[in-house]
């Protein structure tokens, strides 16, 4: 091995580890969370958030907490507008004894923040909408109280193509927002960002099957999920399952195939492929790359990373991480016309 294939080698293997550190939120089941959640008013009524008839937002935040006050602050300005008359905004804090209330009572009074205050003294709504530090989170519900977002912590700026605003505003509609822009682009996308809208980088490599693949095989014929993944990556042995329950589900209707890519270089490096394969019930094609040079060309980083090409030999998206809702997420980008009809 060469002395620049094996420092790029060992970068590379120090950037699996990092990717490894990238654990998405968890997300409660649509049509439970809401009816799940027991939450009581500052004023002592209980909460039904299934029964609201309009769309709200629950924010989970922290009472004297810095950026919990700034998301509120940011959160007041958006629905001053005339256009969330409808949306109810819940401001959740634990709450659990007189003197957690009175703190959170007395900082809203204070602050005069446009939001009813809650409490969640046992964790009962936190446990049902999956909520995990750092505080503050927010969800979005329809009228109907199903939740229709991912976990939302960026509340100024675009999170993705998207900004909060925006998608608040679709949803005091009554419009959805596709699965897939709740999820922030990390800092270290800023390359894989710039292959978006573009035709995929090339590339030419075979399957533990000795099947050949390269990216001119799916013009015009078929769109590609292309995932790059580490048998030692425990998110890549969540989130494949996850991309297999979609394929499986939709792969005819979305025209979709599958590829997976990992790094190694010997005939140790495929048998843990394959034993990972086996142990977490994944059969897609699966390749190695040996010197790396596809994960270079897709700037990949960090596993797992997920991109979709579409017919037209485009990356129409990629997604760096676990994404939580995978089926969801996945039948978004698939949904977007925007995306996958892009030349």
Known sequence: MTRKLFV?????AAALCLGCKNKADGKAEPA??????Q?????GKKLNLSKLGAPAVLV???????????????IGEITASSQFKELKVFAITRGKDKAEKETAKNEFSKEKWRATLAYDPDLGAARAFSVSKPLPVAYILDKNGNLISQPIRQFSGRIRTLTFE??????????????????PYSTRDEQKIKLVGKRAPAFNITDLNGKPWTE??????????LVFWSPGCPHCKVELPRIRKFTTQYAEKYNVETLIVSHGQSKEDENIVRKTMSEIVVDFPSAMSRDGKIQQAYSVDAVPTMFVINKNGVVCEFISGEMGDTVAVLKSIFDDPGRMSMK
């Open 216 to 225: 001119k095989k799916f013009l015009g014929k078929s769109n590609l999920i």
């Open 60 to 74: 989970f935040y922290g009472p004297e907490h810095k950026a919990s006050k700034q998301a509120l602050d940011r």
């Open 166 to 183: 925006e998608m608040l505003a679709l949803a005091a509609r009554g419009k959805s927002v596709p699965q897939v822009d709740f999820i």
């Open 8 to 12: 790029w080698t060992l970068a590379f």
């Open 39 to 43: 939450l009581v008013t500052a004023d």
């Open 32 to 37: 439970q969370a809401a009816s799940r959640a």
